[in-house]
């Protein structure tokens, strides 16, 4: 009798590595939508910066700053990816804050809304969430 050894894996070793995969996978995944929300961030900074420029080119021929209508734009106007809408509150001759509100899965980011507050040439920079100075980073 010829005795034939047959190649292949086991019930048990396939177990073993379906466990494996699954539990590397579910590390990795939290940590890639965390990346991905990261990313997002500077669609949030654009258009703030982009809200903020076009509000100190209205205030040259103005006595007052723009509402986001005035400035030819939606109300609230959705940053160019989406990922935000944009609203400018108090509002006045010598200040306003440009408010960005995630939305989507961009709302569970732990830096959460942004907002640019002017007032007088000053420009604060802050968050709903997390840390400032880090969450403005690009």
Not at 71 to 94: E, F, Q, V
Not at 113 to 122: E, M, P, Q, S, Y
Request: proline fraction near 3%; glycine fraction near 6%.
């Amino acid at each position: 009798m010829i005795n034939v050894h047959k190649k292949g894996f086991t019930l048990i070793e396939m177990m073993i590595i379906l466990v494996i995969v699954t539990i590397l996978v579910s590390l990795a995944i939290p940590s890639f939508r965390d990346t991905l929300r990261k990313s997002r961030r500077s669609d949030a900074m654009n258009a703030i910066t982009d809200v903020h420029l076009a509000q100190e080119r209205w205030r040259v021929n103005n006595t007052t700053y723009a509402t986001l209508v005035q400035l030819g734009k939606a109300d609230p106007m959705p940053s160019p990816d989406g990922h935000y809408n944009l609203t400018i509150t108090g509002r006045t001759a010598h200040a306003y804050n440009i408010v960005a509100t995630a939305q989507g899965d961009q709302a569970n980011d732990s830096c959460g809304n942004f907002t640019l507050a002017f007032d007088a040439g000053t420009i604060t920079k802050t968050t709903s969430s997390g840390v400032a100075d880090q969450c403005w980073r690009k």
